[in-house]
């Protein structure tokens, strides 16, 4: 059954590849989308190459905010989770060899909801910033990153919900996000941090 059920995806991969790839803005070598939630701006995404996009994944890349340049890029070799849920409205740039768990959101953007008189989902998207997540950097179970950046090689624990930048090299958890321990490279080793990332002695 198993071995059924994968035959059945790489099928499923492959045609919708066929399908699809000339109208992605780029959709490298090597790279399947495995049954997709949607894709909304599927001309202002990249893929890169030998990159897997798990069951149910929302991608979107819309200049709703009203920007005149819009971008989702995802580097190669970088693995997305089941049901994750990544909309642009300007960029989020997510590196080579970034593996994120299931139920990810990622997003630059939030919903207005200053007029009390109007409806939450009929005011207007505000831009909040750009994303991007470093190469190599890890995403735990529900995370949440919104209008952030993210380093490179970083861990984000299950459950965190980022909204200030993280350096490179971090370890950070909850929400918000902040940093619980970062790589020492004096001592060769990963060390716990204080809230601000000075490292505790």
């Known amino acids: 059954m198993r071995l059924y059920l994968k035959l059945k995806d790489g099928l499923y991969s492959r045609i919708f590849r066929l399908l699809n790839r000339n109208r ?6 090597k ?25 149910k994944t929302w991608l979107a890349s819309l200049p709703l905010s009203g ?58 998207i505000k831009q909040i910033g750009t994303v991007s997540i470093g190469d190599g950097s890890w995403l735990g179970e529900n995370v949440c990153v919104i209008g952030a950046n993210i380093g490179k090689n970083c861990v984000v624990g299950a459950n ?6 993280i350096p490179d090299y971090c370890v950070a958890i909850g929400s918000p996000a902040r940093v619980i321990k970062r790589y020492c490279f004096d001592n060769d080793k990963w060390l716990i941090t204080d809230k601000n990332g000075a490292f505790l002695t």
């Open 67 to 124: 920007e005149e340049h819009c971008e989702l890029v995802i580097g190669d070799g970088t693995n997305i989770g089941n049901f994750n849920h990544i909309y642009s409205t300007k960029s989020i740039v997510i590196g080579k060899n970034v593996l994120t768990a299931d139920k990810v959101y990622i997003s630059d953007n939030l919903h207005g909801y200053e007029d009390i008189h109007v409806p939450v989902m009929k005011q207007a």
């Open 31 to 55: 790279s399947a989308i495995l049954h997709p939630l949607k894709i909304d701006g599927i001309q202002n995404i990249t893929v890169g190459s030998n990159v897997y996009i798990a069951y």
């Open 160 to 165: 965190s919900v980022v909204t200030k930048d």
């Open 24 to 29: 992605f803005k780029q959709f490298g070598i």
